[in-house]
């Protein structure tokens, strides 16, 4: 079992930053490969970015790539998201999530947090 809690997100204008952390407990945090997803209102949860249980390969969805970047840091069972350049389509609920495996899709992740509200005002 892998508990996860995120924090960081608020409101922010168009062009601005945010970071997201993502701090897990439970079973060994480094087992699992991590990921961002985001959820806007009457849309499906989308993939924004992952990571590898290393942190050696980051992935990103198009519409992110060049503004996120997606980190972690194994001793502090952290994860991250730093988020620049900021849009109002960026506006959504922010949720990590952990794997044993690895995708884009979140069928293949076993564990979610509560997810954190991020908005971005124009």
């Known amino acids: 079992q892998v508990q996860l809690v995120e924090s960081g997100g608020g409101l922010v204008q168009a062009g601005g930053s945010l970071r997201l952390s993502c701090a897990a407990s439970g079973r060994s945090f480094s087992s699992y490969a991590m990921a961002w997803f985001r959820q806007a209102p009457g849309k499906e949860r989308e993939f924004v970015a992952a990571?590898?249980?290393?942190?050696?390969?980051?992935y990103y969805a198009d519409s992110v790539k060049g503004r996120f970047t997606i980190s972690r840091d194994n001793a502090k069972n952290t994860v991250y998201l730093q988020m620049n350049s900021l849009k109002p389509e960026d506006t959504a609920v922010y949720y990590c999530?952990?794997?044993?495996?690895?995708?884009?899709?979140?069928?293949?992740?076993?564990?979610w947090g509560q997810g954190t509200q991020v908005t971005v005002s124009s």
């Open positions: 990571i590898t249980r290393s942190g050696g390969n980051t």
């Open positions: 999530a952990a794997t044993t495996r690895m995708g884009t899709m979140p069928v293949y992740y076993d564990y």
